[in-house]
């Protein structure tokens, strides 16, 4: 991740929407900003940001929040997050 080559490996199928979901989340960080996609389970939010991440050569964490997550945890995987430079 300090831009070392990766290999030939497997990207994800670009369709309208992860192309528009792509060109949305460029736009926004050239202006120095963040995306959260949203939208209904299994229509590929987490694969298009982990493809974006990989292709910009930037570590992805994914967090599945759940029902036992308060501000305490969210707060510390934040920390966590701007600390090491992740993207979450």
Do not use: H
């Amino acid at each position: 991740y300090s831009y070392e080559y990766q290999g030939l490996n497997g990207r994800l199928v670009i369709t309208p929407l992860t192309d528009r979901c792509v060109m949305t989340l460029t736009t926004a960080l050239s202006f120095k900003l963040g995306g959260a996609p949203a939208g209904p389970a299994g229509t590929g939010k987490t694969e298009t940001v982990k493809d974006l991440a990989k292709s910009l050569a930037l570590r992805c964490a994914v967090t599945n929040c759940g029902e036992g997550m308060d501000y305490k945890v969210m707060g510390t995987i934040f920390s966590g997050l701007t600390q090491t430079g992740f993207w979450g």
